[in-house]
């Protein structure tokens, strides 16, 4: 199992990213893919979530109108989508899999297989 994920960079408050992940190793769609963001200093928390067989998705409040989450089963690949930028979305953002049906809450121990990350910096 090999996630990919990319796209992070720097940008002033109010611009937008579009990060990546690429899944690989899984029977796609049957897993669900989730991007989680660690800010400085704090735990790992997740953002939102995506099953890939139906793309139903979870969102985190503190994300919900801003992110979107999509996924392009041809090509293994989600991408988060993220407008509106604040300072506070700074961090490094995981991508993360499991196995089945998920699309609740997120804490860090229901997802088995991780990306490397990719840093997001919002700043003006």
């Known amino acids: 199992v090999l996630l990919v994920d990319s796209g992070g960079g720097s940008v002033q408050p109010g611009g937008s990213l579009r990060l990546a992940c690429e899944v690989s190793?899984?029977?796609?769609?049957?897993?669900?893919i989730g991007w989680f963001h660690q800010a400085p200093g704090k735990e790992r928390e997740g953002v939102s979530c995506?099953?890939?067989?139906?793309?139903?998705?979870y969102y985190a409040r503190s994300v919900e109108g801003r992110f979107t989450l999509s996924r392009d089963n041809a090509k293994n690949t989600v991408l988060l989508q993220m407008n509106a930028l604040k300072p506070e979305d700074t961090g490094v953002y995981y991508c993360?899999?499991?196995?089945?049906?998920?699309?609740?809450?997120?804490?860090?121990?229901?997802?088995?297989?991780w990306g490397q990350g990719t840093q997001v910096t919002v700043s003006s």
């Open positions: 995506i099953y890939m067989n139906d793309g139903s998705t």
């Open positions: 993360a899999a499991r196995w089945g049906y998920y699309s609740q809450a997120m804490p860090r121990s229901a997802f088995d297989f």
């Open positions: 190793g899984f029977t796609v769609p049957f897993v669900s």
